[in-house]
């Protein structure tokens, strides 16, 4: 019988854990849980304007998931993850993906069915679900008492954010889960969280309803896998211990392993990172949390190239995505 294996996450960090499971499809079942807080870029725009929920994580999500043996597969893929660069105030920095599932969750009644019938299109091996029905606005209070709301806000902050630490984080008011990712952590063999942004990507799934209890309640192995860089006015001058202690903060749970990258990151990109007050997160292990931390060689070897018309930040630096499925899968299998 196959394993159920659950992901939390969603953007660049939620893709590549996805791209590298989905070659395990045969041996697990997948289910991703993404939040559905995004307000910034393409998906903000339409969230606003059509009153849907935020589709960015989660085509990003389906589009790792896709069967890549279909015929004109890498078409289908790249049309999903391709963003105008012409148009003026039009569709300029809109993602194609975005548009076609807003426009498909007006026709056919529901941003569930839209998921649905894009999963159907591409092949998808596993589940994508919005970790609610409804979208959620987060609130993050820093050291200084300054109050922060909205997910773009938090992720693009004001310099003066990076001066001061998020001490509380949560939701404007109280969103239910959806019945769909209650029964995912319910019947999950492994929670995964991460790699993503601390705050904004991660624990925005976690803070909604009662994820946190569920995943406080499951008997699944919980594996964090750690950033490589920090995220400015976020997580600047956390070390491993840290982003580990505010998991437990958080979620209530501490993970059972942790996934730490050993290899140099590239000095020329570090210094491009540099310039914005982010750096390499350090491996200070797990601190006093009880942890097994696995350590080895999870970085990619070529460098991110921006894709034209896109105006958000990206990361420069990241993980490789069969090498983490690899030791995903390895501590699956040890775990059961």
């Known amino acids: 019988m196959k394993k159920?294996?659950?992901?939390?996450?969603?953007?660049?960090?939620?893709?590549?854990?996805?791209?590298g499971l989905k070659a395990y499809a045969d041996e697990i079942d997948i289910s991703v849980i993404v939040g559905v807080s995004d307000n910034g870029g393409s998906t903000g725009k339409l969230r606003d304007e059509f009153g849907?929920?935020?589709m960015g994580d989660l085509r990003m999500v389906l589009v790792a998931l896709a069967d890549e043996s279909l015929i004109d597969s890498a078409s289908?893929?790249?049309?999903?993850?391709?963003?105008?660069?012409?148009?003026?105030?039009?569709?300029?920095?809109?993602?194609?993906?975005?548009?076609?599932?807003?426009?498909?969750?007006?026709?056919?009644?529901?941003?569930?069915?839209?998921?649905?019938?894009?999963?159907?299109?591409?092949?998808?091996?596993?589940?994508?679900?919005?970790?609610?029905?409804?979208?959620?606005?987060?609130?993050?209070?820093y050291a200084d008492g300054v109050v922060v709301k909205g997910e773009t806000h938090i992720d693009e902050p004001t310099p003066d954010r990076d001066m001061h630490c998020i001490v509380d984080f949560g939701l404007e008011s109280f969103v239910q889960e959806s019945a769909e990712v209650r029964e995912a952590l319910q019947t999950a063999d492994m929670i995964v969280l991460g790699p993503g942004d601390l705050y904004t990507s991660l624990l925005a799934a976690c803070v909604v309803g009662d994820v946190a209890q569920l995943m406080r309640d499951?008997?699944?192995?919980?594996?964090?896998?750690?950033n490589l860089v920090s995220k400015f006015g976020q997580t600047t001058g956390?070390?491993?211990?840290?982003?580990?202690?505010?998991?437990?903060?958080?979620?209530?749970?501490?993970?059972?392993?942790?996934?730490i990258n050993t290899t140099p990151l590239p000095e020329e990109l570090i210094a491009r990172y540099a310039h914005t007050g982010?750096?390499?997160?350090?491996?200070?292990?797990?601190?006093?949390?009880?942890?097994?931390?696995?350590?080895?060689?999870?970085?990619?070897s070529e460098e991110v190239v921006t894709k034209a018309g896109d105006v958000l930040k990206r990361s420069l630096i990241r993980h490789d995505a069969h090498k983490l499925s690899a030791a995903l899968m390895d501590y699956l299998r040890k775990a059961h």
């Open 4 to 19: 159920k294996v659950v992901v939390i996450g969603g953007g660049t960090g939620g893709f590549l854990v996805c791209s």
């Open 76 to 141: 289908l893929r790249e049309l999903f993850l391709y963003r105008f660069n012409k148009g003026g105030e039009g569709l300029q920095g809109h993602n194609f993906g975005n548009l076609l599932l807003t426009a498909l969750s007006d026709v056919v009644g529901s941003e569930e069915k839209a998921i649905a019938v894009v999963s159907r299109m591409l092949g998808v091996k596993g589940r994508v679900l919005p970790v609610a029905h409804s979208m959620t606005t987060l609130v993050a209070t």
């Open 238 to 259: 956390y070390d491993t211990a840290r982003y580990v202690s505010e998991i437990v903060k958080y979620v209530g749970r501490t993970p059972d392993a942790f996934l």
């Open 278 to 300: 982010e750096c390499p997160v350090v491996d200070a292990g797990c601190g006093s949390v009880p942890t097994e931390c696995i350590r080895g060689d999870f970085l990619a």
């Open 218 to 226: 499951s008997k699944a192995p919980f594996v964090y896998i750690s």
């Open 52 to 54: 849907r929920l935020p």
